[in-house]
C-alpha cells in the first residue's frame, strides 16, 4: 500500500494487453487528437504487486459522490498577479520571475524522504509562465469537444488501503462530485499531451508540462518552507488536502474548485493539495546529487538531456506528480515531495497539472 509505484499498469505493459490499447512506455506515438480512440480492454487478471516501502501515512479514503460542503471565506487580502492568457479561454498563466531558491528538503523535514536532497540552490534564468491554476475539468472538456478526443486508459483510484485500476473512472467520472470549475483527474500521459498539442495549435505558443525543477521553483515562490503559509497559518487556509489528518478543515472531501484557496506569493493556486501535478521528465533517485555535482564542476545548473537518458536507459520512464492532492496527509503535502509512478500509462483520480508557455 503505497503511492509511490503502480505495479500492476507496469506490468500489464508488459502483456499482450499492452497491444489492445495500453500505452508502451518505449514506444510513445503522438496522441491522434483527430479521431476519437478505441475504448481500451481491462486488464485480464490482476498482477501480483511487489513489497512497497512504508506508505505515507495517513490518507484520506475517497469520499462519496456527494456535493461539496459549504467554502470557508478566507478574509485576509489575496495578492493579484498580473495574469495573462492566449484566448478568453484559455488557462490563466502568471509570470514567475527569474532567481534563486533552495530546492529539496532538509534533512530533519518530517516525511522526507531520501530522493528529496541534497538540497541544492537552483536559479531559474529566464521568468517562467506558468498555469496560475490547474487545468480544470472545464478546460478539458472543451478540448474533448474540440478535438474530437476519447481518453481510452484506465484510471487509478486509491481506497486509502490500495490501488485499483478500472475503466469505470475516467476524466468525467472520477469518483467523487466535481463542477467545471474543479481540476481535471484521470489524465494519463496521451491525454495530457494531445491537450497540449491541442492548445499549442490553438495558440500558436508552445504549451507543456514543467519538469520537476521549474515546479518547484514556482511552487516555492522564494520560500524554503515545508508548504505554502506564512508562520502560524493553517495548511487549509493555502490547500485542500486531507484536512482531518492536519487538525484542520477545508471543507473539500475530494477535489475543490481552482482557486479557492489562498495563493502562494507567485500568484499561483493550489501548488499544494487539491490535484496533485505531473511533472515533465522521468523519475531520477539521484536527481537532486547529480545537480549537485554538475554545479560543483562549474557545470551549472541545466540538466538538458538529462531527463530524456533516463527514459531512453532503463526499461521503464517512472513518472512523478508533485504537490499532494486532496488525498494527501502530512507527508505527502509537501513542497519538497515526490510522488513516484512505475508508468504512466493510466491517471488517476488525485492528479492533474499544470500548463507552463515556453517564451517566444
Ligand atoms: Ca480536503
Known sequence: MTLRALPLVALMLCSPVADAGFEKREATPPPNVEAPRAPARPPKEAAPRKPRPAPRAPIAAPPAETAPEPVKSVSAPVPVP?????????????????GEVALGSPDGEAGRRGDEGPQIRWQLQKPLTIGRFEITRGQFAA????????????CGEFDGKAWSYGLTRRWSSPGFHQEDTHPVVCVSN??????LTWLSAKTGRKYRLPNEL???????????????????A?????????????????????TSPVGQFRPNDFGLHDVIGNAAEWVDGCYSETLFETLRKKQATGGGNVLDGFFDSLASGVGLCRKVARGGSWQSGPDEARLAAREIFDTFSGGNNRTGFRVVREAP
Open 82 to 98: 498580473e495574469v495573462v492568457r492566449d484566448c478568453a479561454d484559455c488557462p490563466e498563466l502568471v509570470i514567475v520571475p527569474a
Open 143 to 154: 478540448f474533448t469537444r474540440a478535438a474530437n478526443y476519447v481518453p481510452a486508459l484506465p
Open 190 to 195: 496521451s491525454d495530457i499531451t494531445a491537450y
Open 214 to 232: 521549474e515546479w518547484e521553483y514556482a511552487a516555492r515562490a522564494g520560500r524554503a518552507d515545508v508548504r505554502p503559509g506564512r508562520s502560524g
Open 234 to 254: 493553517t495548511p487549509c487556509a493555502y490547500a485542500n488536502i486531507a484536512d482531518a489528518a492536519f487538525q484542520c478543515s477545508d471543507h473539500f472531501a475530494a
